[in-house]
């Protein structure tokens, strides 16, 4: 499994979409009382926009920017990052991923599923949500939504996880 997760579902309409998914998977599934998210600013922006979009409503309070000062400055209930950054860019999150653990928030990884077949799946360094989608790999236009996108979790928010699910 690219992701390194339990279990994932197959029904996500884009990548940016299953980001915000993963944001109410969070509010669902963790300790934290608190409304805030935090989003790595290096996210795609049109998941960023669609995060932002979704959390109104809900009145979820979303901060943009660099993750790991916001982290140390906010009370939060998840972050999430993208794994390559929108850039390119492979950062090292294990330590971000444990200190929201800490804080009991959750930490979910935007992931490019063809990098992946490289780099270190993000559950094995404590992501506990993976959104993504799987166009990279030639799914064609409409095959599941514009790009077929997923979002895999650990086996502990499985039960609050939308869309159908699939088991590793």
């Known amino acids: 499994d690219l992701t390194g997760m339990a279990i994932a579902n ?19 599934s963790v300790k934290s009382k608190s409304d805030t998210l935090i989003v790595a600013g290096d996210c795609h922006p049109q998941t960023i926009d669609v995060i932002r979009t979704r959390a109104e409503p809900l009145g979820l309070q979303v901060l943009v920017g660099a993750a790991p000062e916001l982290m140390q ?3 939060y209930f998840a972050v999430i990052a993208q794994y390559p950054s929108t850039v390119g860019v ?10 929201a653990h800490a ?5 979910i990884v935007a992931a490019d599923l063809l990098a992946l077949t490289l780099l270190k799946p993000p559950g094995e360094w404590g992501a506990d ?4 989608n799987s166009q ?20 502990e928010f499985k039960r609050s996880m939308p869309g159908r699910l699939v088991g590793v």
């Not at 090292?92 to 444990?98: C, L, N, S, V």
């Not at 949500?129 to 993504?132: D, E, T």
């Open 73 to 75: 400055q906010h009370d």
């Open 103 to 107: 804080k009991g928030a959750a930490f």
């Open 90 to 99: 492979i950062h090292d999150m294990a330590p971000f991923a444990e200190a």
């Open 136 to 155: 990279r790999f030639g799914v064609p236009m409409g095959g599941g939504g514009p790009h077929a996108a997923f979002l895999a979790c650990k086996d």
């Open 129 to 132: 949500i993976v959104v993504g």
């Open 10 to 28: 197959s029904s996500m309409l884009d990548e940016a979409t299953a980001a915000a998914e993963g944001m109410t998977l969070a509010k669902r």
